[in-house]
């Protein structure tokens, strides 16, 4: 079975430039999540979409970051202008919650993303 | 709010040797608990889970009891490899009609030869 898949795996690039995180979720998965990890900060929860829905986009650190599911095998987050504080491991994740919050999230392999 | 914690790592063991990863959690309700494993360079996968109080999750030797008396769910595993070298991460989730999963910080694991 395909797992989650995210492309690009790993990105560089220049401060102040647009960077898009691309984000395919597991067929008949209804939730996806998008994360971020630091060294300094962890895995943080940016924002998590429930049947195509932002459901708490709390997490997204400003302005200039933006997701998007357009469909159900699609999700994109979206970073505008991109900063050097910007630079961490983007992990796009999903999973099938009907009414209980008991089954697992399937985690993709991350996007690296290194902004100079 | 729910919230995760567990022991600080890292953690360094010899090969054969027992391994306990602390986590407690604090949430109003009956959350589900998951125990996470990070191998470099990978997204996070499930070990195990336990949806409600006495259960036991196990997996690849792993093992960890859901203990709603002491709101604790331990790793546990008898004889470690090279291999289980990882971060390990605690979680929970609200059953109430949430879709959140709340993260500990993760347990960095180091096994020896």
């Known amino acids: 079975d395909a797992g989650v898949i995210q492309s690009p795996r790993h990105e560089v690039t220049e401060m102040g430039q647009e960077v898009t995180l691309r984000c395919k979720p597991i067929?008949?998965?209804?939730?996806l999540f998008w994360y971020r990890q630091t060294m300094m900060r962890g895995l943080e929860l940016l924002i998590y979409?429930?049947?195509?829905?932002?459901?708490?986009d709390s997490g997204m650190p400003e302005d200039r970051f933006s997701a998007k599911m357009p469909n159900a095998s699609f999700s994109t987050l979206k970073i505008q202008p991109s900063e050097p504080r910007d630079s961490a491991v983007y992990f796009c994740?999903?999973?099938?919650?009907?009414?209980?919050?008991?089954?697992?999230?399937?985690f993709g392999d991350g996007t690296r993303l290194s902004i100079l | 709010g729910d919230s995760v914690t567990q022991m600080e790592g890292p953690v360094t063991l010899s090969e054969e040797a027992f391994l306990t990863i602390n986590c407690t959690y604090t949430a109003t309700g009956y959350p589900s608990l998951f125990w996470y494993v990070q191998y470099p360079g990978e997204g996070l996968q499930l070990l195990l889970k336990a949806t409600k109080a006495d259960d036991k999750g196990s997996n690849k030797g792993f093992e960890a009891t859901y203990r709603k008396e002491t709101t604790s769910f331990h790793l546990e595993k008898g004889s470690v490899q090279v291999s289980d070298s990882a971060v390990y991460f605690c979680a929970l989730s609200d059953n109430t009609g949430g879709f959140k999963t709340i993260f500990g910080a993760g347990t960095r694991l180091f096994v020896k030869a």
């Open positions: 067929s008949g998965h209804n939730s």
């Open positions: 979409f429930n049947n195509n829905v932002p459901i708490d």
């Open positions: 994740a999903s999973s099938s919650q009907v009414s209980k919050g008991n089954q697992p999230q399937h």
